[in-house]
């Protein structure tokens, strides 16, 4: 045998213990489709519409340690000219972008 009796049983929790957090985010992936949302980026201002303003200063704190670079290219990045407007480039017509308006008074029905 290869590898000892430990070395299996260590493998073994960290596959399990991923099993555990792919499953904690398998209803976040249809979360956005389940809403009849478009995108993810469509989601996210929904999610931010929902939720007091100490949550997204929380949020933000979160996302820029995590997303350090990612953040720094939002910000080098001009605003958009529309807030709360989301472009979708789809991937069969890549010229012309799809634009959604999110009203904040809009309501979803959510069916399970």
Known sequence: MSITYREAKR???KQEEAREIINSYRGMETL?????????????LKLFEIE???SIV???????????????DAE?????????????VLSSDKDTPVSTKI???ETIEVTN
């Open 32 to 44: 956005g489709k389940r809403l009849q949302l478009k995108n993810n980026k469509e989601l996210i």
């Open 76 to 88: 080098a990045t001009a605003p958009p000219e529309v807030p709360g407007q989301v472009n979708e």
């Open 58 to 72: 929380e949020v933000f704190t979160h996302l820029k340690a995590l997303y350090e670079e990612q953040w720094g």
């Open 11 to 13: 493998i073994l929790a």
């Open 52 to 54: 007091g303003d100490q």
């Open 103 to 105: 009203d904040s008074e």
